[in-house]
């Protein structure tokens, strides 16, 4: 089983669609996690860091789930800018990241 | 703020040759990662550094891959020989002393062997 694990897609919306992601994780002691974006051939970028609470940016809100070992990203009234793929990060032991194979999202106008 | 630096952007060699990387990482950041990223898949951690001590190289072909970061501040990745199956992008990261401190990559090195 992968360490960090997501549905590759793609998911194919429509502008103004509210679309969600899940990203499961095998490591329980796993501390920390982010939502990476990357853009096609460019390197990734930091989208949000994942709290235990939950946390909102905009139109982006992140939920993590320790019980169930997954976190979730919803994004709300999409913009053709979002297309992109998405990337699950969970921090395991040693401090290590470990990333999940991308989600790509696709909004279409 | 500066960000990662990496150089060069594209490299093209044939397999056996060797190649190197160069990556300097945000000033003040004492972690520095070098991940591999084949086409259609998410960043491999090839290694991890803490200043100049190595974290994690667990996944680092050692064979045929080596890194460096003497002086903590700036980083080489080299490969000798390379092969087909190295053609990837090489991601340097870099990030204040771990814990919960996010990544920031540079622009990458995309290699294709031939």
């Known amino acids: 089983r992968k360490e960090v694990e997501q549905d590759p897609g793609p998911f194919n919306v429509p502008e103004g669609a509210t679309v969600a992601f899940n990203c499961t994780y095998s490591?329980?002691?796993?501390?920390?996690f982010f939502w990476y974006r990357q853009d096609c051939r460019k390197e990734p970028k930091l989208l949000m860091s994942?709290?235990?609470s939950g946390n909102e940016d905009g139109r982006f809100t992140a939920q993590l789930n320790r019980a169930s070992q997954y976190i979730s990203l919803l994004i709300r009234d999409s913009k053709l800018s979002d297309s992109a793929t998405y990337l699950c990060?969970?921090?395991?032991?040693?401090?290590?990241?470990?990333f999940g194979t991308g989600t790509r999202l696709l909004v279409s106008p | 703020e500066a960000g990662v630096a990496q150089s060069p952007r594209y490299k093209i060699i044939e397999k056996r040759q060797s190649v190197a990387f160069w990556c300097n990482p945000i000033?003040?950041?004492?972690?520095l990662y070098w991940y591999q990223q084949i086409l259609g898949q998410g960043p491999k951690l090839l290694i991890q550094?803490?200043?100049?001590?190595?974290?994690?190289d667990s996944q680092l072909p050692k064979d045929r891959f080596s890194a460096e970061r003497l002086k903590g501040v700036d980083s080489t990745l080299k490969i000798q020989p390379a092969k087909l199956e190295d053609s990837a992008v090489y991601l340097c990261?870099?990030?204040?002393?771990?814990?919960?401190?996010?990544?920031?990559f540079g622009n990458g090195t995309r290699l294709t062997v031939t």
């Open positions: 490591n329980s002691a796993s501390q920390s």
């Open positions: 990261a870099s990030s204040l002393q771990g814990g919960n401190s996010p990544l920031h």
């Open positions: 000033s003040g950041h004492a972690t």
């Open positions: 994942v709290y235990s």
């Open positions: 550094f803490q200043n100049n001590g190595v974290v994690d």
């Open positions: 990060v969970a921090r395991g032991g040693f401090q290590k990241l470990v």
